[in-house]
């Protein structure tokens, strides 16, 4: 590996990194200081626990992407156009995450908009699934993006594990017609899934010194 294309795959992880560290902070932003609550301010704070909720879903979600963008990006040795693309189109669903997410603070206890909401947040997340399954699709088309540690055959073969791994994502969205409150919590549960259980870069032999 050159010290380009390490300088191009560094590049293009540190601006990402910029932009989910962006995403990340935006969320807190969502949850307002209530106005004129007095005495009742603790009641007025407990009533806010739809803000909480979506904040802290949101943060897994955001963060566990994060962390698992990291991991796969530190195999990748050079970088092509196409790979630039798609990284932009996850990383235009990740940033746009907070909205979604004050949605479902704003309307998570209301019976007819909380499905509207879910639906709009676990939307999103199907297309953010999609875009990653891209990513890895094109990484592991020929392997040649990746660096020497990677056996790009076996990298290649796991990419209908990845595509059933996606098949959640789209049934939150019909959890949300059921339930907005139980869409956020499996958004959660998924979110915690992939941190503890994300697909691994499959390393050859002699790179696992």
Do not use: C
Not at 64 to 92: C, E, G, K, P, Q
């Amino acid at each position: 590996m050159t010290e380009t294309s390490r300088s191009e795959s560094s590049r293009v992880e540190a601006f990402s990194d910029g932009v989910f560290a962006i995403a990340i902070t935006l969320l807190i932003l969502e949850i307002k200081v209530p106005p004129h609550a007095g005495d009742h301010l603790w009641r007025e704070l407990g009533r806010m626990w739809p803000s909480y909720a979506a904040y802290v879903v949101s943060f897994l979600i955001i963060g566990i992407m994060w962390v698992n963008h990291h991991t796969l990006f530190s195999y990748v040795a050079r970088i092509d156009r196409t790979l630039m693309f798609l990284n932009l189109l996850l990383l235009m669903t990740v940033v746009a995450i907070p909205w979604p997410a004050a949605l479902m603070a704003e309307y998570l206890r209301e019976p007819g908009a909380s499905h509207v909401a879910a639906v709009v947040y676990s939307g999103l997340m199907v297309v953010m699934a999609l875009n990653y399954q891209a990513l890895w699709w094109h990484l592991t088309r020929t392997g040649h993006l990746f660096d020497d540690r990677v056996d790009s055959a076996a990298a290649r073969a796991t990419r209908a594990r990845f595509a059933i791994g996606s098949l959640a994502y789209p049934a939150t969205v019909g959890l949300a017609f059921v339930s907005a409150p139980l869409t956020l919590a499996a958004h959660g549960l998924l979110a915690v899934y992939y941190g503890f259980n994300q697909l691994k870069v499959p390393v050859a032999e002699a790179g696992l010194d």
